[in-house]
T-cell receptor, first 114, second 110 residues
């Protein structure tokens, strides 16, 4: 059953703590993405990766970090430097980042900072 | 950068009604997708439609790339159609990024 999985579904964090969100895909896609969604808003791009061991900043990368050590995995770390981390985080993948390729999404992680 | 505008922002309809959602974009694109976000937050792919017309059951979509807009049609609405509909485009000027509109919130009343 091919798809994108994200864990955990809900995450609570105290201020000042770093937290890592997991994203795994078994679609054999080259490109992976992280988005942030605030209530009532659209999606904003945090980071994206076109290939293993390579990634680029999106529009709102400050306070976040990523790694891409394996094709299947693209974890996102929300650091204590992120001023307002409470949000819904969505991971996506596509066959490649350039060109006209369809993007697919995981179920998301809701992060709440207490 | 490219601007993506969706209209209307909110739409309330009775079950069985038809609706048209619009997406305007300000620059040339090589990729346009329509998504439905359900109440649990999951984004469901509806159409990948950089140009032309496609149909899938009660839903259909048309993109006129030369005029920079796309339309999503929903016929015979059901309560399960409720949620937020997003248009997302990949501009030629930034092939690695997809830009989302702010969405249309659709509420179908029984």
């Amino acid at each position: 059953d091919g798809g994108i999985t994200q864990s955990p579904k809900y995450l609570f964090r105290k201020e000042g703590q770093n937290v890592t969100l997991s994203c795994e895909q078994n679609l054999n896609h080259d490109a992976m993405y992280w988005y942030r969604q605030d209530p009532g808003q659209g999606l904003r791009l945090i980071y994206y990766s076109q290939i293993v061991n390579d990634f680029q900043k999106g529009d709102i990368a400050e306070g976040y970090s990523v790694s891409r050590e394996k094709k299947e995995s693209f974890p996102l770390t929300v650091t204590s430097a992120q001023k307002n981390p409470t949000a819904f985080y969505l991971c996506a993948s596509s066959m490649a980042s350039g060109g006209a390729y369809e993007q697919f999404f995981g179920p998301g992680t809701r992060l709440t900072v207490l | 950068g490219i601007q993506v505008e969706q209209s209307p922002p909110d739409l309330i309809l009775q079950e069985g009604a038809n609706s048209t959602l619009r997406c305007n974009f300000s620059d040339s694109v090589n990729n346009l997708q329509w998504f439905h976000q359900n109440p649990w937050g999951q984004l469901i792919n509806l159409f990948y439609i950089p140009s032309g017309t496609k149909q899938n059951g009660r839903l259909s979509a048309t993109t006129v790339a030369t005029e920079r807009y796309s339309l999503l049609y929903i016929s015979s609405s059901q309560t399960t159609d409720s949620g937020v509909y997003f248009c997302a485009v990949r501009p030629y000027s930034s092939a690695s990024k997809i830009i989302f509109g702010s969405g249309t919130r659709l509420s179908i009343r029984p």
